[in-house]
């Protein structure tokens, strides 16, 4: 499609179409940048202003979104929890067709401390698995999990598992007889600490979702206390309401 100065569509609305065309058609795919103000002006021949005006629809319509100092990058689908099934990280990954990983931040043995036995019903000082990751999809981080399980329910997995790949539902469900049943959960939303801006690689403004998480397999036996951030950027949750 041209520009066309004696159309009287105006300028930005056309060049604004063009820009959706080619985001449709993939020339720009999802989360790709777009190219500069300035290079698009000398390609559709208008100037800057129009240009921008034509941006300015699209971030407005959420098409696409600017990144300060970066550009205007074409706008990705948040990836989106359903709430309502007891699923792991890697499942749910799975699901919304991107590849799961992780950073192993700790896998260690830990003595418990008196937050954490409440939780897992064990008595202080009780070994406990302390696993912390950075969870990526398609090697971007999402979230920054700190997981607290009881070691007398996997012995040895610190030893036996690179959680950078291995899935933790999995590996207690086919390896320790220990399937995750239900969990009950809480969550709100917060700005990251310092630490945690740096691991997910969030700025200090970009509120994330806080979840904290108590699961349990047969009997109503508490098997992991986790505690979990989310990109906001990044995450939806739904919640299913029968
Ligand atoms: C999910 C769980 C987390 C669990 C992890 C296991 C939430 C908020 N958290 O991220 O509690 O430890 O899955 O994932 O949903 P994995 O089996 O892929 O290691």
């Known amino acids: 499609m041209n520009i066309n100065p004696d159309l009287s569509v105006p300028l930005y609305q056309q060049i604004r179409e063009h820009l959706i065309q080619q985001i449709n058609e993939s020339v720009y795919p999802s989360g790709s940048r777009l190219p500069s103000e300035r290079d698009l002006a000398s390609h559709f021949g208008v100037s800057r202003v129009t240009v921008r005006q034509a941006l300015n629809s699209l971030i407005q ?43 192993v931040i700790h896998a260690e043995i830990q003595l418990a401390m008196l937050e954490i036995t409440e939780h897992l019903q064990i008595t202080l000082g009780t070994e406990i698995v302390f696993l912390q990751r950075v969870r990526q999809a398609d090697n971007e981080p999402i979230a920054l999990e700190t997981a607290y399980l009881p070691h007398s329910i996997c012995p ?73 951030i989310y990109r906001g950027d990044q995450y939806e949750l739904g919640i299913i309401l029968r």
Not at 73 to 99: A, C, I
Not at 159 to 181: G, H, M, Q, T, W
Request: aromatic share 8%.
């Open 156 to 228: 040895g997995i610190v030893e036996r598992f690179d959680f950078s790949n291995d899935s933790l539902y999995k590996v207690l469900r086919e390896e320790y007889a220990c399937p995750l049943i239900w969990a009950k959960q809480r969550m709100q939303a917060r700005l990251p600490t310092p630490v945690e801006q740096k691991l997910i690689g969030v700025n200090q403004g970009s509120p994330v979702l806080s979840i904290t998480r108590i699961t349990y397999s047969h009997h109503n036996h508490p098997v992991e206390l986790v505690r979990s």
């Open 61 to 103: 319509e959420g098409v696409i979104h600017s990144q300060t100092g970066k550009g205007h990058y074409v706008y990705k689908p948040k990836l989106d929890q359903e709430l309502g099934f007891l699923t792991s990280f890697t499942e749910e990954m799975h699901q919304r067709g991107v590849d799961p990983s992780s950073k």
